[in-house]
């Protein structure tokens, strides 16, 4: 088992319907974690939720919603993701990032 003590959590909240440059903000942010190395990112949709304007969107059957909350976890080590953040606060407009230390520990696949 490995571990990692100096580890980071990245959340980046955003809605379905965020932009980066004509592309989905989510899809654009994983192909840039992606290219810098980062070691995992997963993309959550919520099922409810509002943001700064306190609109609420939900999944909620009498309601039609096309802007779902989306929550990017991200986790490597603090130095990987505050070389990456800079580009991450670009694309992500009026979104939510929040970090919060970690001690990151995995199993190594053998080969």
Request: proline letters at 5%; a negative charge; one cysteine or more.
């Given at each position: ?14 809605c379905?319907s ?18 810098a ?75």
């Amino acid at each position: 088992m490995e571990t990692i003590p100096h580890g980071r959590l990245l959340r980046i909240f955003i809605c379905e319907s965020d932009h980066f440059e004509g592309r989905p903000a989510d899809a654009a942010i994983i192909d840039t974690l992606r290219e810098a190395g980062i070691s995992g990112a997963t993309v959550l949709r919520g099922v409810a939720g509002y943001g700064m304007s306190s609109v609420m969107h939900t999944t909620h059957v009498l309601r039609l919603s096309e802007n779902l909350p989306l929550v990017i976890e991200v986790v490597d080590t603090a130095g990987k993701i505050d070389e990456v953040l800079p580009e991450i606060e670009k694309m992500i407009g009026e979104g939510l990032i929040t970090m919060q230390e970690v001690t990151i520990r995995r199993r190594k696949t053998p080969r």
